[in-house]
C-alpha cells in the first residue's frame, strides 16, 4: 500500500532571511523540525538550495520525512534521527551576556540583515551576538533576551527556536568578515523557550574537512537547564 504525501504551502516572510535574498537556515530546520514530530527527538534538516523569500512552497510530509520544493525544485529535507543532538557546555548567562563584546561581526559582518545574528531593531530580529567566552579556547556564547514579537499564541516556535541555535556554530569558526553557507543542521528540542526570557546561547567549533565546517550549539536557562540544542555542518566558498 502506497502512503499519500500530506502537502501544505509555506511562504517564508522576507523578516527571517538570513542572506539578504534568502531564508534563514535555522529558521527552516526549526520549522520542518516542528512539522515532523515537534522536536522532540532530534531531527536532521538538509538545506540543498537557497530558500526564496515571498515565494508560495510546498511542504510535503511523506512517512517519516518533510520536505520543501519550488516548483519541483527540492530546497530542504528533513527527516528523523535515533541519536540525541550533543551539547556544547553551560555558560552562565552572565558569562555568555559578557562574551558578546567580542562579537567578530561588530568590525565585518557578511548578513548584517540576518534575523539571528545580525543588527536589526529590537524586537525585530533575536540579535544574539556570540563572542569568546573568557578563559575558553574553543567557546563562543551570547545571552539572550527573547522578544516578546517572536511569540505567537503557542508561546516561542520552533522555527525561533530553531534560528537561535544556527548562527552561534558559524561564528565559532568565522573571523570579520568570513561567511558560509549553512549546509545542514541537526536539531533537538527538550523545553519551552518563553518570551521575555533570559538564556544562554553557547556554541564551539568542532572540527574541518575540507569546505566543511562543524559546530555543536545550545540554548540553556539560567539554571543551567538544557533547553536545545544543535549540531551544524557549514560549507565555505570556494
Known amino acids: 500500500m ?4 500530506l502537502q501544505t504551502v509555506l511562504t517564508v516572510p522576507d523578516r527571517f532571511r538570513g542572506p539578504a535574498r534568502s531564508a534563514n537556515g535555522g529558521w527552516l530546520a526549526g520549522t520542518l523540525a516542528g512539522v515532523l514530530n515537534g522536536g522532540r527527538s532530534a531531527v536532521e534538516v538538509t538545506l540543498r538550495a537557497p530558500t526564496p523569500l515571498g515565494t508560495e512552497l510546498k511542504l510535503e510530509h511523506l512517512a517519516n520525512s518533510v520536505s520543501l520544493y519550488d516548483g519541483g525544485k527540492p530546497l530542504v529535507e528533513a527527516i528523523p534521527v535515533a541519536e540525541d543532538v550533543q551539547a556544547p557546555p553551560f555558560v552562565s548567562f552572565t558569562e555568555a551576556a559578557r562574551a558578546e563584546a567580542g562579537f567578530a561581526g561588530r568590525r565585518a559582518h557578511a548578513f548584517p540583515e540576518c534575523f539571528a545574528c545580525g543588527f536589526r531593531e529590537p524586537g525585530d530580529g533575536l540579535r544574539i551576538f556570540p563572542g569568546p567566552v573568557e578563559g575558553s579556547d574553543d567557546l563562543v556564547a551570547a545571552g539572550w533576551r527573547v522578544p516578546f514579537t517572536v511569540a505567537d499564541e503557542d508561546g516561542v516556535p520552533p522555527a525561533v527556536v530553531g534560528a537561535a541555535l544556527d548562527c552561534v556554530t ?3 569558526h568565522f573571523r570579520p568578515g568570513q561567511s558560509a553557507l549553512l549546509g545542514r543542521l541537526a ?13 544562554s546561547v553557547v556554541a564551539r567549533e568542532t572540527g574541518r574537512e575540507g569546505r566543511k565546517m562543524f559546530g555543536q550549539s545550545a540554548i540553556y536557562e539560567v539554571d543551567g537547564t538544557l533547553v536545545a540544542a544543535a549540531n551544524a555542518t557549514w560549507i565555505a566558498p570556494r
Open 2 to 5: 502506497t502512503t499519500a504525501a
Open 170 to 172: 558559524g561564528w565559532a
Open 187 to 199: 536539531v533537538q528540542f527538550h523545553r519551552k523557550v518563553t518570551a521575555g526570557g533570559v538564556y
